[in-house]
């Protein structure tokens, strides 16, 4: 387990990822990373084009069956 902290970052704040973690997730600086709301909180996992197309299209589908997905919420 890591402790992280918060550090300004220009205007912006930021986390400093340690290097074992980038190692281990096989990313380096300038690299993009998705950050993904979970029941546990969040995760942080590397890009991934594939992924990446099929979230675009599951929002696509949600924002046009909105109706339909909030009935079968209930």
């Given at each position: 387990?890591?402790?992280?902290?918060?550090?300004?970052?220009?205007?912006?704040?930021?986390?400093?990822l340690?290097?074992?973690?980038?190692?281990?997730?096989?990313?380096?600086?300038?690299?993009?990373?998705?950050?993904?709301?979970?029941p546990?909180?969040?995760?942080?996992?590397?890009?991934?084009?594939?992924?990446?197309?099929?979230?675009?299209?599951?929002?696509?589908?949600?924002?046009?069956?909105?109706?339909?997905?909030?009935?079968?919420?209930?």
């Amino acid at each position: 387990m890591f402790t992280l902290k918060l550090t300004t970052i220009g205007n912006s704040v930021g986390v400093v990822l340690p290097k074992e973690v980038l190692h281990q997730m096989k990313v380096a600086k300038g690299d993009v990373l998705f950050l993904t709301e979970t029941p546990n909180g969040y995760a942080i996992t590397p890009y991934n084009e594939a992924f990446a197309r099929q979230m675009e299209a599951a929002q696509r589908i949600m924002k046009r069956r909105r109706t339909a997905l909030r009935a079968l919420a209930k």
